[in-house]
T-cell receptor
Framework: SQQGEEDPQALSIQEGENATMNCSYKTSINNLQWYRQNSGRGLVHLIL?????REKHSGRLRVTLDTSKKSSSLLITASRAADTASYFC?????????????FGRGTSLIVHP | DAGVIQSPRHEVTEMGQEVTLRCKPI?????LFWYRQTMMRGLELLIY????????DSGMPEDRFSAKMPNASFSTLKIQPSEPRDSAVYFCASSPRGGAFFGQGTRLTVV
C-alpha cells in the first residue's frame, strides 16, 4: 500500500517561527492530504492538494506538491503554541468511488511559547 | 452536524471477551474507514466501505476482526475474542470524496 513518510519525525521551535514538514511517497496519487492530531484526539483534516496542483494555501498553512519528486511540504507560518500537535500526510488513490487516505508516521511539532 | 461519533470512548476488557466498537458517520458521506493507531505501527487502515459495501478488508489483522455497515448511518467493528495485542486507539472516519473526517476514537485496552 502507498504510504507517505514525514520528515522530520520531531520538530521543536519557538512561537513566531515558521515550521516546515516534508512528506515523501512512492507511487502515483490522486491527491495528498495533511492532517493534525492533538494529543488524545482524532485527526483533523487541514488541506487537500490534488495531483495537478502545485501549491495551496489555507490561512497560515501553505502546502506544496512536487509529483516529479513524489514529495510534499507543509509550511506553518508564524507558529503559535496552539499549533503543537502531530502532523500527518496521507496519500490517496481513487478506487471504487473512494479516495482512501494512507498515512505516514507523522511529525511531532512542539511550539514553545 | 456533530461530526463522526464513536462509542465508547474508552473500553477496558479482559482477554477473550468480545468487543464491539460503534461509529456514526457524517450524514451524506459515502465512504467510511476504520483505522487502528498504535505507537509501534502508526495509523493502519483496517477496512473501508463505499456506499455501505465493504470494498477492501485486507488490513483486518485476523479473522477475529469483523466489520459491518448495515446502513448509511451506522458501522461496527467487532473483535472476538480480544487479545492484549489488540490494545490501541481505533478510529472511524467518513468522507464525501476527498478529505476524511475522523471521530474522537475508542481507546481499547485488553488486559
Amino acid at each position: 500500500s502507498q504510504q507517505g513518510e514525514e520528515d522530520p519525525q520531531a520538530l521543536s521551535i519557538q512561537e513566531g517561527e515558521n515550521a516546515t514538514m516534508n512528506c515523501s511517497y512512492k507511487t502515483s496519487i490522486n491527491n495528498l492530504q495533511w492532517y493534525r492530531q492533538n494529543s488524545g484526539r482524532g485527526l483533523v483534516h487541514l488541506i487537500l492538494i490534488r495531483s495537478n496542483e502545485r501549491e495551496k494555501h489555507s490561512g497560515r498553512l501553505r502546502v506544496t506538491l512536487d509529483t516529479s519528486k513524489k514529495s510534499s511540504s507543509l509550511l506553518i507560518t508564524a507558529s503559535r503554541a496552539a499549533d503543537t500537535a502531530s502532523y500527518f500526510c496521507a496519500t490517496a488513490v481513487g478506487t471504487g468511488g473512494s479516495y482512501i487516505p494512507t498515512f505516514g508516521r507523522g511529525t511531532s511539532l512542539i511550539v514553545h511559547p | 452536524d456533530a461530526g463522526v461519533i464513536q462509542s465508547p470512548r474508552h473500553e477496558v476488557t479482559e482477554m477473550g471477551q468480545e468487543v464491539t466498537l460503534r461509529c456514526k458517520p457524517i450524514s451524506g458521506h459515502n465512504s467510511l474507514f476504520w483505522y487502528r493507531q498504535t505507537m509501534m505501527r502508526g495509523l493502519e487502515l483496517l477496512i473501508y466501505f463505499n456506499n455501505n459495501v465493504p470494498i477492501d478488508d485486507s488490513g483486518m489483522p485476523e479473522d477475529r476482526f469483523s466489520a459491518k455497515m448495515p446502513n448509511a448511518s451506522f458501522s461496527t467493528l467487532k473483535i472476538q475474542p480480544s487479545e492484549p495485542r489488540d490494545s490501541a486507539v481505533y478510529f472511524c472516519a467518513s468522507s464525501p470524496r476527498g478529505g476524511a473526517f475522523f471521530g474522537q476514537g475508542t481507546r481499547l485496552t485488553v488486559v
